[in-house]
């Protein structure tokens, strides 16, 4: 299970003096427990990787900003919690494979036009579950029905 690992991952980087990390993982272990207290469960492997993706996303955002402001110190440490929240994700898909993935689920669900992309989408996302940014298959799916 996810949130098992990212236990016994804290409890080796506590044991290696790592603090940084220490201070990241507990961060991740704080979001996925406020989840947890908000829909009332113990969070599946699948929530676990939500929650994770959009702290993945809010410190890509955090890093451009400092990034933005000349803030290259805190833009690095947003950087460095991002790789380390990245570990536990899925590979993403290459741009191959994801438009191979497209034209698939194109070809299965006969879609012509972009009257169909609504289907396509939920498709793509339930085959893809975060592996793949939907902006981007968004553009890609919106290109090849026509858009």
């Known amino acids: 299970m996810l949130q098992e690992k990212i236990v016994g991952d804290m409890k080796a980087a506590m044991k290696a003096g790592e603090r940084r990390k220490v201070a990241s993982l507990r961060m991740i272990r704080a979001a996925i427990k406020d989840r947890e207290i908000e829909v009332g469960h113990s969070l ?22 400092y990034g933005e402001a000349g803030r290259h110190d805190l833009a690095d440490k947003e950087l460095q919690e991002a790789k380390w929240i990245q570990a536990y994700l899925p590979q993403p898909l290459g741009e191959a494979d994801l438009k191979t993935l497209i034209a698939d689920v194109v070809d299965d669900l ?4 972009l009257k169909d992309m609504g289907r396509v989408m939920g498709e ?24």
């Open 44 to 65: 599946t492997d699948e929530e676990v990787l939500r929650v994770l993706g959009r702290l993945l996303k809010q410190r890509k955002e955090a890093a451009r900003q």
């Open 110 to 113: 006969q879609a012509k036009d």
């Open 124 to 147: 793509i996302k339930s085959r893809a579950a975060g592996r793949v940014d939907m902006a981007v298959v968004s553009a890609m799916v919106k290109h090849l029905l026509g858009g």
